[in-house]
């Protein structure tokens, strides 16, 4: 891919973003192209070492606030018309129930989810105390000639030990799971946001 086919494609994933920031984007990787050549690359290799023009448009979505976004979304590009206007007002009991609705389902699920994750972490934290619980048993009943007694405490606390090992690499991987998904799906709002542009 040479330069003006890779500023052209970046042009258009981001077309949806203010203007000044499309274009302080293009300079930017415009600028970076032309130093990778100045270093005695050659047009298509400076542009392959920038890297993939999907994934920068997908780096450049995930860093650029959401409300920014919107903002430029909902700019009237033309007047607003007398008739959307009464036609808003007069569907208002009808779409803002429904877009109430919605988010209050799409926050309710998100809660949900971390729920399930602080109540996984909450398991791990539980056997950290059963295992320091059978640790300090197994000492006192040792202590107290009761060695029948001190070894199930240590047996106990071991097995919460191994159990929190792995709850702990399971809860691991859930809240980056969790995390990923997020991200993903904020990306993929803010796509379907700015929409593809037709070039």
Known sequence: MNKQDFLAQLCSGLHGLPREDVEERLNFYSEMIDDRMEDGLSEVEAVAEI??????????????????????????????????????????????????????????????????????WAVFASFIVGTLGGAFSSVYFAMCGRALTSLSMLAVGLLCAGSAIFIFFACLAVTKGVIWLTKKTAVGFKHMLIGKETV
């Open 51 to 120: 890297g993939n023009v999907c994934e920068i448009i997908s780096q450049i979505l995930a860093e650029t606030p959401l409300s920014k976004i919107v903002k430029e979304k909902i700019k009237p590009k033309s007047p607003v018309k007398p008739w959307v206007v009464v036609l808003l007002i007069l569907g208002f009991p009808l779409w803002f129930p429904i877009m109430i609705a919605v988010v209050a389902i799409i926050l309710s699920v998100y809660i949900v989810v971390w729920s399930v994750i602080i109540s996984l």
